[in-house]
């Protein structure tokens, strides 16, 4: 089994940044990607970001290149959302999870409890 752990949530002013974390236990070994992926209110679950663990290649939902950058700490077994210039419309859970989906939601098998992230304008 795997656990997902994230922090880092919390209320920004528009144009502040965030940093998310993201810590994994269990079993950690293995070929995956490690994703992001933010839920707003009334909304489908939406694909942020994602990073493959062993070869550290990154995906990014377009609206976010230029603003996050996900990267990963493997002696951690942490990945980081690191979120710049943040708009009121990144206001959402973001949750971290594990699998081999990169952009799709369904191709993930573990996932955090979500953190949130408010941004007010």
């Known amino acids: 089994q795997v656990q997902l752990v994230e922090s880092g949530g919390g209320l920004v002013q528009a144009g502040g940044s965030l940093r998310l974390s993201c810590t994994a236990s269990?079993?950690?070994?293995?070929?995956?990607?490690m994703g992001w992926f933010r839920q707003a209110p009334g909304k489908e679950r939406e694909f942020v970001a994602a990073?493959?663990?062993?070869?550290?290649?990154?995906f990014y939902l377009d609206s976010v290149k230029g603003r996050f950058t996900i990267s990963r700490d493997s002696a951690k077994n942490t990945v980081y959302l690191q979120m710049n210039s943040l708009k009121p419309e990144d206001t959402a859970v973001y949750y971290c999870?594990?699998?081999?989906?990169?952009?799709?939601?369904?191709?993930?098998?573990?996932w955090g409890q979500g953190t949130q992230v408010t941004v007010s304008s």
């Open positions: 990073v493959t663990w062993s070869g550290g290649n990154t």
């Open positions: 999870a594990r699998g081999r989906g990169i952009r799709s939601a369904a191709g993930y098998e573990y």
């Open positions: 269990g079993r950690t070994a293995g070929n995956y990607a």
